[in-house]
């Protein structure tokens, strides 16, 4: 099937009165809770996941992303109106956005952030749409080599990219690795780390890791220091960009969603990396470098624009090798799980209309994220507002309802709550969870495809080094590792990612 | 010894590591051609004790105190949510997000017990039970087994 074709059937599927109710409700829902400081779009996703289980596929998967984009979305209000980043990626956008709306223009940087992100998001969508389809044909020539090379990428990419110390990294990612390996072992049948407990025979379902770990780990961190949260936000004034405003922001946001759309299909932190690279870029070639942090617009016009395009080309490793290349598509992937959809290379040509589908459906959301946010930003800075001491109590009923309508057992519930506690452990010893969660999904994946490599070569692991595929990417995977040794790269790691948690 | 974050970690990694390293020597390891269910789980594991045991040294050099713990949410709200697992079955929705709902904010400083407190939970209550179970269509029962049979 052709591009065109294949959009026709994505207008279709995606226009049909029900999918385009839903992929509005999730946009709305998704940016009304993506808004409340504090909670970044894996809080969010997993809070709003069961309004997607009672649906059929292709409409649960619509509203998903409309969830998944409007959480994005609305991180970056947060991020401009408040000072608080909502995740480590609107870290860079607080850096002139709110500046912009400490000196009243909070107006127009939310109008930058739209524009940018519309823009970026239309070319991502578009770069979806013609080169998922290539991927996928290619990726069906993968071997179980190429898949464990790529994974490896993946989790020493999303190591590199955390705050904090490899080390430390290294730790929650093998610590993940763990964690997805109980259960029951699909090759020999074996029950493994089970603690004899039939409730873990299944395995421990991703999302209830994630959220209690996001979801609740949160909260419990938010709640003490209740006293010291300052609510202040920032009053909205004229959304117009003025036309030196448009000027300005104009080639930012080309050259943002450039960076954004490839660097957003690298496997690991890709809408993280986009950002920062998208922000220091603008700054070098600036004229007036020293205006940045003090209000440029091309400070927040650049990394929404770069944040939104690699928020839409990370579904392309997602969607074509069934590989998350972030924690936020890792819950994705969990939540496809959980409709009994298995992504991969198959899904393009087993269920054309659920790709295409989702592809316009990204576009729609984009759409509507523009003409959502901008009339209502006074909504949402309402929604700001709201006192967490209302807020918590009705998170932690959302959750739990959550968790437990995933399988509905309650043993989930409880298992939510135990890896909140751990959240806050976490949080309290400077380890990042975002390498956990993409090693959760990536763990067992790796294990297979291992099994499955050596099987082939009769236990000789040169494979690797031989098919030159998995040999480039694994260079490029200890070339990262590499870097973090270097002291120039290091210190812009330190400084980009210190405030990312 | 005063704890740093880095002892606490390692410590954690290393504990991990271990009891998952002592599960997995009982699995077949089997050889790399043909690894057993026990392959994955050995290497991955020792890497953890590794991987603690070199934080657990690397707190010798550097030590970041933790910051003060405020065990009073740390504590109750996951309780609250355990109480919340126990009641949906027996009790149905309503009565666990009402539970839910007064237990967790109570943790709150600005939580007074007063009549606007219960009337909000209970408003609360009712507002999820309609949307996830009548709107959204759920499987969570709206009165619990333990009241359908006390009825009967």
Redesign the interface.
Same mark, same amino acid.
């Given at each position: 099937m052709d591009i065109f074709n294949g959009l026709l059937l994505g207008l279709s599927t995606a226009t049909t009165l029900t999918n385009f109710a839903y992929c509005f409700f999730g946009v709305f829902l998704g940016t009304a809770v993506g808004v409340l400081p504090g909670l970044g779009p894996i809080a969010t996703i997993s809070m709003l996941l069961p309004f997607t289980f009672g649906l059929p596929v292709d409409t649960g998967l619509i509203m998903l992303a409309g969830i998944f984009y409007g959480s994005q979305y609305g991180g970056s209000t947060t991020a401009i109106l408040m000072n608080i980043p909502g995740e480590a990626s609107s870290v860079v956008t607080t850096l002139d956005g709110h500046e912009m709306a400490k000196q009243g223009k909070a107006g127009r940087a939310l109008a930058a952030a739209a524009i940018g992100s519309f823009f970026a998001g239309t070319v991502g969508t578009l770069f979806i749409a013609v080169s998922a389809p290539l991927l996928a044909s290619l990726a069906l020539t993968f071997g179980p080599t190429e898949y464990f090379a790529l994974i490896v990428l993946g989790l020493v990419t999303s190591m590199v990219l955390t705050s904090g110390s490899l080390l430390t990294a290294f730790g929650m990612a093998l610590f993940g690795v763990v964690l997805g390996m109980i259960g029951t072992d699909v090759n020999s049948g074996a029950a493994r780390f089970t603690f004899d407990s039939v409730n873990l025979l299944d395995g421990l379902d991703f999302v209830v890791v994630a959220t209690g770990i996001f979801g609740l780990g949160d909260v419990l961190a938010n709640l003490e220091n209740e006293r010291s949260r300052t609510a202040t936000v920032a009053p909205v004034s004229s959304l117009f960009p003025t036309a030196d405003d448009w000027r300005r922001m104009t080639a930012p946001i080309l050259r943002g969603t450039g960076i954004g759309v490839l660097l957003g299909v690298l496997p690991g932190a890709g809408v993280l990396l986009a950002s920062f690279s998208a922000y220091a870029l603008e700054k070098k070639i600036s004229k007036h470098p020293e205006q940045f942090g003090k209000g440029a617009i091309e400070g927040v016009a650049a990394p929404e624009a770069a944040n939104n395009a690699a928020a839409q080309t990370c579904f392309i490793p997602m969607l074509t090798l069934g590989l998350p290349g972030t924690a936020t598509m890792a819950l994705m992937i969990g939540a496809l799980v959980v409709q009994g959809i298995q992504p991969g290379p198959e899904i393009l040509t087993q269920q054309p209309a659920l790709f295409w589908g989702l592809v316009v459906s990204m576009w729609l959301g984009n759409l509507m994220l523009l003409f959502l946010n901008l009339p209502l930003v006074g909504l949402w800075a309402k929604l700001i507002s709201v006192p967490y001491h209302f807020l918590f109590p009705v998170i932690c009923v959302f959750v739990a309802i959550g968790v437990y309508s995933i399988n509905n057992s309650v043993f989930d519930v409880y298992m939510m709550a135990l890896f909140g506690v751990l959240g806050y452990f976490f949080k309290k010893v400077g380890a990042e969870p975002a390498p956990l969660i993409l090693a959760m999904i990536l763990g067992p994946m790796a294990e297979e495809y291992l099994r499955r490599a050596l099987l082939i070569s009769h236990g000789d692991a040169t494979v690797f080094f031989s098919s030159p595929l998995s040999l480039g990417t694994l260079v490029v995977a200890f070339l990262l590792l590499l870097s973090i040794v270097s002291p120039r790269f290091r210190k812009v790691r330190e400084e980009g990612l210190q405030d990312a948690d | 010894m005063k704890l740093s974050?880095?002892i606490?970690?390692g410590l954690?990694?290393t504990t991990?590591?271990v009891v998952?390293a002592t599960?997995?020597v009982s699995?077949?390891f089997g050889?790399?051609?043909?690894?057993?269910?026990g392959?994955?789980?050995i290497i *991955?594991?020792s890497? $953890?004790i590794v991987?603690?045991l070199? *934080?657990l040294l690397?707190s010798r050099l550097t030590r970041?105190v *933790?910051?003060? !713990?405020?065990w009073k949410?740390?504590i109750a709200?996951?309780l +609250? *949510? $355990?109480v919340?697992? $126990?009641a949906?079955?027996p009790l149905g929705?309503p009565i666990a !997000?009402f539970l839910?709902? !007064?237990l +967790?904010?109570s943790?709150?400083?600005? %939580?007074r017990f007063d009549w606007r407190a219960f009337a909000g939970?209970a408003a %609360?209550a009712a507002f999820?039970s309609i949307l %996830?179970v009548d709107l959204?269509?759920?499987? !969570?029962p709206i009165v619990g087994n333990w009241l359908q049979g006390l009825a009967s």
């Open positions: - | 974050q880095d606490l970690l954690f990694f991990v590591g998952a599960m997995a699995y077949p050889t790399s051609s043909r690894m057993g269910p392959y994955f789980p *991955i594991s890497l $953890l991987t603690g070199l *934080i690397r970041v *933790i910051p003060t !713990v405020g949410p740390v709200v996951p +609250s *949510i $355990l919340f697992g $126990l949906v079955e929705l !997000v839910l709902t !007064v +967790s904010a943790t709150s400083e600005k %939580f939970a %609360f999820c %996830f959204l269509g759920l499987p !969570v």
